[in-house]
């Protein structure tokens, strides 16, 4: 009698596909977010006209949606095309945000720091997860209990410009964020998931403390 042994490798190639599948989708996600914000940069006056308010409501509702069709179709291939047109969106919309950075030399190196400690925090916990495999699903209470604050604190910044809360809710959103890393990258490695869905919460646990570690910078720097 022979030793079936090509059903035993079977869930280790599986875990390998999630694991390029939800890469090889994450580095699309920036390449794309770069793309769309290039995009973003020859519409300028046309995103300026449309006011605070209305700009922040069609990015709201631009973003979230592709999101959610993303995430509604996460096990067919239309999972993958809507994960694309979301990461593009994203940069989009970020375009203005860019444009100021861009006009201003002291934004240019907060942005390349912020940019360089994200790159490494990332890779940094990245690697933690990876080795000791390690499951942070017990981190989830806690990291939601503090996206919500950092969403009210967020939802107060538009409306009262203050630099003690924007540093506060910038040093909290840079721990959430790191947390979440953990949270998301252990879901991986534990096969909690599926590529589309694990690779937009990377993407949004990433952009976000990105721009965390920016406006802290920012304020600390007095360039807020």
């Known amino acids: ?3 079936n042994t090509q ?7 599986e875990k390998a596909s999630l694991l390029a599948k939800t890469y090889l989708l994450l580095t699309v996600g920036f390449i794309l977010m770069a793309v769309g914000t290039v995009v973003g940069l020859q519409f300028l006056p046309q995103l300026a006209a449309l006011g605070k ?3 922040l409501i069609i990015a709201l509702v631009a973003t979230i949606g592709t999101m959610f069709l993303a995430l509604m179709n996460q096990h067919n291939t239309l999972g993958y095309v809507f994960f694309c047109l979301f990461t593009f969106t994203v940069g989009f919309f970020d375009a203005p945000a860019i ?3 861009l006009n201003s030399p002291a934004l ?10 994200t790159a490494a925090i990332t890779g940094s916990l990245t690697a933690y997860v ?4 390690k499951d942070f699903s017990f981190l989830s209470g806690f990291l939601f209990t503090g996206l919500v604050l950092v969403v009210i604190m967020a939802v107060l910044g538009l409306f009262w410009q203050n630099d003690t809360l924007t540093l ?18 252990s879901r991986l490695v534990h096969e909690k998931g599926t590529p589309v869905e694990i690779a937009i919460a990377l993407f949004l646990d990433i952009v976000n403390l990105f721009w965390m570690l920016f ?3 920012s304020i600390l720097k007095g360039e807020e």
Do not use: C, H
């Open 7 to 13: 059903s035993i490798p079977v869930p280790q190639e």
């Open 168 to 185: 506060v809710m910038s040093g909290m959103g840079a721990l959430v964020f790191s947390g979440f890393i953990l949270y998301d990258t």
């Open 215 to 217: 406006n802290l910078l």
């Open 99 to 101: 444009a100021v950075i």
């Open 130 to 133: 990876f080795i000791s495999k």
């Open 1 to 3: 009698m022979r030793l």
């Open 108 to 117: 240019i190196v907060i942005f390349k720091q912020a940019f360089g400690l």
């Open 53 to 55: 308010w209305m700009y």
